[in-house]
C-alpha cells in the first residue's frame, strides 16, 4: 500500500517535559475531490471543539472551577478517564509553572496534548507484496461496518494495482455472505463462499488456498459479528486463526478489528476483548460522520497503542480514509 501524501506538518519541541506546551501547528492540506475532514466531523467538533471554546471564552482567569470543567467536557466527550486524567495532570502543571497564565492559553495546550495521544497510532496499513496472499482478518462485534469496510479495502487496494479476493467467513447470516458477494461483484473480485451455517474456519481456509493458487496479493476474510463477551464465540474465532497458519504460519498478516464509533467508551471495551483473543494489529473506526463522539479515539489510543489505520466518514468508498493524527485533530479542535 503506497502512503499517502503528508496531509498536514507538524513543528514541536524536542524533549517535552511534563507541563512544558509544544509547538505545535497543524497545517491540513485539502485533497482534491474530497470533503475536508472538517466538514465530516462536525459533530465530533462541535462536542469538543466548541465547547472547550466557549469554556475558556466564559472565563477571565483559570480557576479550579474551569479546569474542572474542562475535564468534565472530555470526559463526556468519550476521551476516556485515564486519557482525561493525564491531559489534566499535565495542564495544571503547565499552569502552576507559568507555562499556561490565561484561559485562551488552554486550547493549544489541549490540542498539542491530544495530538501527543494519537501521534503513535498514526500507522497506515502496509501490504507486503512479497506474502501472498496478504491475509487481512476482519473482526468485530455485529453492525459495526466490517463487511461495508471490506468492500472499500477491497476497492482501494485494486485502485493501488493489488489483486483481490475476499473470503465470506461470516457464515451465521446469510445477508452477509450475498452483502459480500455484492461488494465483490461491485469491485470486480472474486469472492469464496459456502452456504449458511458453515464452518467459518473451512470457508477461509479454502479461501487461502485459492488465493495462494491464484497468486492473489490481498485476501480479505469477513468473519461473523460477536460481542466481545461471547467466551463460545471468541473461542471460534482463535480456531480460524489457527486454521489460517496451517496455509501460511503467518497468517493472518493483519487483524483488523471494525469499531462503530457511536458506541463511545464500550468501544475500548471491544478492543481491549478482541486483543486478548486474536492480538488486534489495526483498527478501522466507522460512522464517525454520524452522531459520534470522536473522543473514543483518544481512548483506545492511549490505552493500547494499537494502530488506527483508517477512520470511516461516509458511505462512498473514499470516505474510508487513512488515520492521520494531525488532521484528525485540527478537524476537531481548530484553533482559527
Same mark, same amino acid.
Given at each position: 500500500m503506497v502512503k499517502p501524501h503528508p496531509m498536514f506538518r507538524i513543528f514541536r519541541k524536542k524533549n517535552k517535559q511534563p507541563g512544558e506546551l509544544q509547538d505545535v501547528q497543524l497545517r491540513p492540506v485539502e485533497q482534491s475531490g474530497v470533503d475536508p475532514l472538517e466538514k465530516r466531523l462536525e459533530d465530533s467538533r462541535r462536542t469538543i471543539g466548541r465547547r472547550l471554546k466557549d469554556l475558556v471564552s466564559s472565563h477571565s482567569d483559570i480557576n479550579e472551577d474551569l479546569l474542572e470543567e474542562l475535564e468534565t467536557t472530555l470526559l463526556t466527550a468519550d476521551v476516556g478517564v485515564k486519557a482525561s486524567l493525564e491531559i489534566m495532570? %499535565?495542564?495544571? $502543571?503547565?499552569?502552576? %509553572? #507559568?507555562s499556561i497564565k490565561e484561559p485562551q492559553s488552554l486550547l493549544p495546550a489541549v490540542q498539542a496534548e491530544l495530538y501527543e495521544l494519537i501521534e503513535s497510532s498514526e500507522q497506515f496499513l502496509a501490504v507486503d507484496t512479497s506474502q501472498k496472499p496478504f491475509v487481512i482478518l476482519m473482526v468485530g462485534i455485529n453492525g459495526a461496518g466490517k463487511t461495508t469496510t471490506i468492500g472499500k479495502l477491497a476497492q482501494r487496494f485494486k485502485q493501488e494495482g493489488l489483486s483481490v479476493m475476499l473470503a465470506a467467513g461470516d457464515t451465521f447470516r446469510a445477508a452477509a455472505v450475498e452483502q459480500l458477494? @455484492?461488494? #465483490? @461483484?461491485?469491485?470486480d473480485v472474486p469472492v469464496v463462499a459456502q452456504g449458511t451455517g458453515a464452518d467459518s474456519a473451512a470457508v477461509i481456509f479454502d479461501a487461502m488456498e485459492s488465493a495462494k493458487a491464484?497468486?492473489?496479493?490481498?485476501?480479505?476474510?469477513?468473519t461473523a459479528g460477536r460481542l466481545h463477551t461471547q467466551t463460545n464465540?471468541?473461542?471460534?474465532?482463535?480456531k480460524v486463526r489457527r486454521v489460517m497458519g496451517r496455509v501460511d504460519e503467518n497468517a493472518p498478516h493483519?487483524?483488523?478489528l471494525v469499531v462503530? !464509533? #457511536? $458506541? #463511545?467508551? %464500550? @468501544?475500548?471495551?471491544?478492543a481491549q476483548h478482541f %486483543?486478548? !483473543?486474536?492480538?488486534?494489529t489495526g483498527i478501522t473506526i466507522t460512522k464517525l460522520d454520524g452522531t459520534a463522539r470522536g473522543g473514543m479515539?483518544?481512548?483506545i489510543a492511549h490505552e493500547l497503542g494499537i494502530p488506527i489505520r483508517f477512520i470511516g466518514v461516509g458511505e462512498s468508498a473514499k470516505d474510508l480514509r487513512p488515520f492521520d493524527a494531525g488532521t484528525f485533530i485540527n478537524a476537531i479542535l481548530p484553533l482559527d
Open positions: 495532570d %499535565n495542564l495544571r $502543571t503547565a499552569v502552576d %509553572n #507559568g458477494k @455484492a461488494w #465483490g @461483484a461491485h469491485n491464484r497468486n492473489v496479493d490481498v485476501l480479505i476474510a469477513d464465540l471468541m473461542d471460534e474465532l482463535k493483519e487483524v483488523m462503530d !464509533a #457511536g $458506541t #463511545g467508551t %464500550n @468501544a475500548l471495551s471491544q %486483543n486478548e !483473543a486474536v492480538g488486534v479515539l483518544f481512548a
